[in-house]
């Protein structure tokens, strides 16, 4: 069955339709035995997520396993918990509603490829497109689903069935949530993947890390909340907001205020997936979310705060950060596959909750890879390589292997024209916003296929002097590093595994590889029958 034969409408409308898609496509599995959310649900999860590996006891399962949606979850009767939506190739795709990736890219290529129409038959043949367009912009509705049920007291975040995912975890964690905030100063709006740790009924930690946006939208907070206030002078005032943020305390003191957040959980896949996306920070995840689905995102209007989530929502926290509070969050085991230690984080201060009747609880266990996330990481790999050509044209391939968790291995091919390109790219990856994180970045010619891990190392090893061939470089690093000398700050490496060129100061010869003529192997494919080999 082909992506296309199982789509009902244009784009899933919410978390519903889209199970029903992966009911469809035989990529759901329904658990009626009674589960824990404690641990056990993780325990079945990293199975399932390992299935297809060569030792795996599901390894006759295809890579990633179904996604599961548990229906008896112990101490929430009737409660159900989805996980592992995107947790295979098959499911991204279906998710996004491709056969494969790759038209996403094309899609993305298309947009960036106009030029100035030359007459009116050119100006024509833009319409469709142009058309297009006017779908991704998301739009206000009156009411939604999220709105089924209303709490404005009586409410408790203990309520939903949220999973201590591994035995050394502080406590419950929210980990699938859109985190919805609005930059004071623009108006923007942001949607951000950002985990939840649950204190108790109304509060949580909120986890954004400080290069993220979420964190920056506090910061501008801080600077609003401290311009106004007479007791600080306005270098105080930006000391104070550059050096907070995320896990760290403001230099010379926090502001009074709060920032308002609204949290969407179980959302259409489009819409999630939007949250974990490295987009530039001026552009609105509900834009990206629209793009994909080539359908609006719907929004209503919060109760209590003055923010617009999707009308499709399964739950809605609404609340606010207090800008002058943080408190210890974690440790959680995180996709690393090593806990993440605990730190200062802002408080999250629930003011209303709004559900649909008997809301689907949506989530992920993140862990050693390979993990669910790793999928969607995948999916950024595949989406982001034409983007990442605007600013670096040579870039032929890219492969972040799950088992490098996305920040700690990059490994490019290139077109290379001029000595000294290998850097030049490498310092190029170094200042592309989320991949700033890089810890190594191995380039190699292009005639290497990156996603050939065999062959990079074959090659990649053959071609370096490492002493002359390694660039070390100090910057960002990213939070869950658990091994840079400062918490987010350390050094990174770059491998020039490029041929060298005499114009690089390589004048020795440089060896053919060795490969078969095509005679040979014709005749050897003539006879292969005969030689009875197999
Ligand atoms: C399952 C999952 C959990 C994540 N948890 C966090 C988190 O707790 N904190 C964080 O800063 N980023 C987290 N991320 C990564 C961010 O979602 C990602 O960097 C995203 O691009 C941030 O969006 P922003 O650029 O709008 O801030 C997580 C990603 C995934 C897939
Ligand atoms: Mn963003």
């Known amino acids: 069955m082909t992506v296309s034969n199982l789509r009902e409408t244009l784009a899933y409308r919410d978390l519903r339709d889209w199970i029903a898609a992966l009911e469809r496509a035989g990529e759901l599995k329904r658990v009626r035995t009674e589960v824990d959310p404690i641990l056990e649900i993780t325990e079945i999860t990293d199975r399932v997520s390992k299935a297809g590996r060569a030792g795996s006891p599901l390894a006759n399962l295809p890579p990633g396993g179904p996604a599961l949606l548990f229906e008896n979850v112990k101490g929430h ?21 491709v056969e494969s990736l790759d038209e996403v890219a ?45 709490k404005r007291d009586n409410f408790s975040l203990l309520d ?30 942001n949607v951000g993947m950002y985990r939840m740790q649950i204190y108790d009924e109304r509060t949580a930690g909120m986890h954004w890390q400080r290069q993220k946006i979420g964190a920056e939208h506090y910061r501008q907070a801080m600077r609003a909340a401290a311009s106004g206030n007479p007791g600080h002078s306005s270098a105080a005032v930006e000391v104070m907001a550059r050096t907070s943020g995320g896990s760290m305390k403001a230099e010379g003191g926090m502001p009074a205020g ?34 994909l689905r080539q359908s609006p995102v719907e929004l209503v209007k919060c109760e209590t705060v003055d923010l617009e989530v999707p009308a499709n929502a399964e739950i809605v926290l609404e609340g606010y950060v207090k800008l002058d509070e943080l408190r210890t969050e974690g440790p959680f085991g995180d996709h690393t596959g090593f806990y993440s230690l605990e730190d200062d984080y802002p408080v999250f201060h629930v003011t209303c909750i709004t559900h649909r009747k008997n809301p689907i609880y949506a989530t992920t266990i993140v862990g050693k890879p390979p993990m669910e996330d790793g999928w969607m990481g995948k999916a950024v790999e595949r989406i982001f390589l034409p983007l990442m050509r605007v600013t670096i ?32 790219v490498m310092n190029a990856i170094w200042s592309l916003g989320q991949a700033m994180f890089t810890k190594v970045i191995v380039v190699v010619d292009e005639d290497v296929n990156v996603q050939d891990l065999g062959e990079v190392t074959l090659k990649a090893l053959n071609h370096i002097d490492p002493e002359r061939d390694i660039q070390f470089t100090l910057g960002p690093v990213d939070s869950l590093d658990h091994s840079s000398r400062l918490p987010n700050f350390g050094s990174k490496m770059g491998i020039d595994a490029t041929r060298k060129w005499p114009a690089e100061g390589f004048t020795r010869p440089w060896p053919d590889e060795i490969l078969m003529d095509e005679k040979t192997k014709a005749l050897v494919d003539k006879k292969w029958k005969e030689l009875g080999i197999g």
């Open 160 to 189: 939903f069935p949220v999973l201590k995912c591994w035995p050394k975890d502080a406590g419950r964690f929210i980990t699938l949530p859109c985190v919805i905030t609005r930059d004071p100063k623009t108006g923007k709006r």
């Open 77 to 97: 009767a009737g409660a159900q918990v989805l996980i592992n939506q995107f947790g295979s190739e098959r499911r991204m795709n279906i998710a996004l509603e």
């Open 258 to 291: 709060k920032m308002e957040v609204a949290v969407a959980i179980g959302t259409d896949p489009a819409l999630t997936f939007s949250a974990i996306v490295p987009a530039p920070p001026d552009i609105e995840e509900y834009l990206i979310a629209g793009f």
């Open 106 to 150: 094309n899609r993305i290529h298309q947009f960036m490829d106009v030029k100035s129409p030359q007459g009116l038959l050119e100006k024509i043949k833009m319409l469709p497109m142009l058309a297009d367009l006017g779908k991704f912009f998301p739009k206000s509705v009156a009411s939604g689903p999220c709105k089924e049920i209303i």
């Open 393 to 424: 044209p040579e870039l032929v391939d890219i492969n972040l292997p799950v088992e490098g968790i996305f920040h700690n291995l990059m490994i490019v091919s290139i077109r290379k024209s001029y000595p000294g390109q290998a850097r030049k």
